[in-house]
T-cell receptor
Framework: GENVEQHPSTLSVQEGDSAVIKCTYS??????FPWYKQELGKRPQLIID?????GEKKDQRIAVTLNKTAKHFSLHITETQPEDSAVYFC???????????FGKGTSLLVTP | DAGVIQSPRHEVTEMGQEVTLRCKPI?????LFWYRQTMMRGLELLIY????????DSGMPEDRFSAKMPNASFSTLKIQPSEPRDSAVYFC????????????FGPGTRLTVL
């Protein structure tokens, strides 16, 4: 089945700096790659997603890039703020079915 | 819309007891997912349903775990008998049948088995 690796597991940046989280997937047929943000004690919530026919997508301070050849995708957060502190999960969806395979998560800490 | 509803929000039980977690998906959503989250293993998919039918239960850890979806608005995840290693946060999520639709998560049930 699909295997999603996520790095780093923890990331600490200063407010205003950029943060990058990287994921790789194993199933070349995967076609949908969402990113979820989970604040402490809360539920995961979708922040951005990308489909396999697109190389990059931006939404204000966040962007996601996808390299299908290398089978990896990344989340970029610019001008980080303390409220960006959370655990971020990447996921990949195989072509068949509707389930997502999640990475292990990255705990991002933005210090003032 | 109230979003995905889960109950109870917290459950503390003793080893050997039966535990039943409940989920009400968003109205109109026809796919429902049960996840377990722990520090060690992250977010694991246990089982998912499409149109009330279990599609993939390969993530269910053992026979002590069972899930049902008797209708489009209700699902249960049962653990019998419960063990301390079952302690985790259990999330239910739902979405509309599509390859690209966002999964909406419920608030989760924090289960502690003593």
């Amino acid at each position: 089945g699909e295997n999603v690796e996520q790095h780093p597991s923890t990331l600490s940046v200063q407010e205003g700096d950029s943060a990058v989280i990287k994921c790789t997937y194993s199933d070349s047929a995967s076609n949908y790659f969402p990113w979820y943000k989970q604040e402490l004690g809360k539920r995961p919530q979708l922040i951005i997603d990308i489909r396999s026919n697109v190389g990059e997508k931006k939404d204000q301070r966040i962007a996601v890039t996808l390299n299908k050849t290398a089978k990896h995708f990344s989340l970029h957060i610019t001008e980080t703020q303390p409220e960006d502190s959370a655990v971020y999960f990447c996921a990949a969806k195989p072509t068949s079915g509707y389930a997502l395979n999640f990475g292990k998560g990255t705990s991002l800490l933005v210090t003032p | 819309d109230a979003g995905v509803i889960q109950s109870p929000r917290h459950e503390v039980t003793e080893m050997g007891q039966e535990v039943t977690l409940r989920c009400k998906p968003i109205s109109g959503h026809n796919s429902l997912f049960w996840y377990r989250q722990t520090m060690m293993r992250g977010l694991e998919l246990l089982i998912y349903f499409n149109n009330n039918v279990p599609i993939d239960d390969s993530g269910m850890p053992e026979d002590r775990f069972s899930a049902k979806m008797p209708n489009a608005s209700f699902s249960t995840l049962k653990i019998q008998p419960s063990e301390p290693r079952d302690s985790a946060v259990y999330f239910c999520a739902s979405n509309r049948e599509s390859s690209y639709n966002e999964q909406f998560f419920g608030p989760g049930t924090r289960l502690t088995v003593l």
